[in-house]
């Protein structure tokens, strides 16, 4: 069945680290999003990619740094410059802007800073 | 700037009985509307979207929502709700052509025996 896969769903970082959040679709869309979500605020627009090689920020943007280099992937890191990145992160996807704007969702992948 | 309310964080409704989970928006153009719902540590399932035409919208899991353009609501409703009803639910608005999304806060529903 086509989906999205987000890894790990589960990870813990030291302060001062980065790391990668990985997330590939097999939906064959156009676009693919990033979201935060924290208790109470909701789900927030980190990054979005509407084609491979392009991407634009989102409302949070500070702090993530995303890559488009396939179709299928849209890896987001977290470094250290966010301040506060202990959440739960969100992948989803959508076909292109001719298509309706239908998010499938990830499973999603909770941060831990220790 | 587009916007959603979602005014109750929770809500807790008896087993069987009927549900309305309130929704305003604040969009300039011609809305896209939706209601995704959340099981604890999960991701979102879409449960059903209005783009245009009959203002009255069914979806997945036997929930309907109704397109009130002069109140700016997207309220969903259920008949008689289950208890695996109980989980977490986000309103968002969108337009045509145009892809992000703008979520509500979310309303948590819970559900007594």
């Known amino acids: 069945d086509g989906g999205i896969t987000q890894s790990p769903k589960y990870l813990f970082r030291k302060e001062g680290q980065n790391v990668t959040l990985s997330c590939e679709q097999n939906l064959n869309h156009d676009a693919m999003y990033w979201y935060r979500q924290d208790p109470g605020q909701g789900l927030r627009l980190i990054y979005y990619s509407q084609i491979v090689n392009d991407f634009q920020k989102g409302d949070i943007a500070e702090g993530y740094s995303v890559s488009r280099e396939k179709k299928e992937s849209f890896p987001l890191t977290v470094t250290s410059a966010q301040k506060n990145p202990t959440a739960f992160y969100l992948c989803?996807?959508?076909?292109?802007?001719?298509?309706?704007?239908?998010?499938?969702f990830g499973a999603g992948s909770r941060l831990t800073v220790l | 700037a587009q916007s959603v309310t979602q005014p109750d964080i929770h809500i807790t409704v008896s087993e069987g009985a009927s549900l309305e989970l309130r929704c305003n928006y604040s969009?300039?153009?011609?809305?896209?509307l939706f209601w995704y719902v959340q099981s604890p540590g999960q991701g979102l399932q879409l449960l059903l979207k209005y783009f245009s035409g009959d203002t009255l919208v069914q979806g997945i899991k036997g929930f309907e929502a109704e397109f009130k353009r002069s109140q700016s609501s997207f309220n969903l409703r259920k008949p008689s709700v289950h208890w695996s009803d109980a989980a977490e639910y986000f309103c968002a608005v969108g337009r045509r052509g145009f892809q992000k999304l703008v979520f509500g806060t979310g309303t948590r529903l819970l559900v007594s025996p």
């Open positions: 989803a996807s959508c076909t292109g802007p001719s298509g309706a704007n239908v998010l499938t």
């Open positions: 969009y300039g153009a011609t809305p896209y």
